[in-house]
């Protein structure tokens, strides 16, 4: 069965930078669509990144340019690099999979067959 476990996550400064990390086991991993998303309290689950079978990148605009997607299929990891963090990027990040990367008018979403880990809070103070 799928199984999702994500680390590195804490407490920074805004301006701060965190790595993600996520270890998958459990399905072909290099054919799978890796994503992460974020949850804060009270809102809905926000897609931040994902990274399809080819590699191909995609970002929420809010985090373009400063958070970097990246996996590795030998590894059976996905990381996410995260600089020049803000507060509003706190939130509770999850790691994804999925056979496709889903993307509805450019936004990256997710579908009914997708598997999530159990989460790592990030949380950035002012």
């Known amino acids: 069965r799928v199984q999702l476990v994500e680390s590195g996550g804490g407490a920074v400064q805004s301006g701060g930078s965190l790595r993600l990390s996520c270890t998958a086991s459990?399905?072909?991993?290099?054919?799978?669509?890796m994503t992460w998303f974020r949850q804060a309290p009270g809102q809905e689950r926000e897609g931040v990144a994902g990274?399809?079978?080819?590699?191909?990148?995609i970002y929420t605009d809010s985090v373009q340019g400063r958070f970097t997607i990246s996996r590795d299929n030998d590894k059976t990891t996905v990381d996410l690099e995260m600089n020049s963090l803000k507060p509003e990027d706190t939130a509770v990040y999850y790691c994804g999979a999925d056979r496709e990367c889903t993307v509805l008018a450019g936004i990256l979403a997710y579908g009914s067959t997708a598997s999530w880990g159990q989460g790592t809070q990030v949380t950035v103070s002012s």
């Open positions: 459990g399905f072909y991993f290099s054919r799978y669509c």
């Open positions: 990274i399809d079978s080819r590699g191909h990148t």
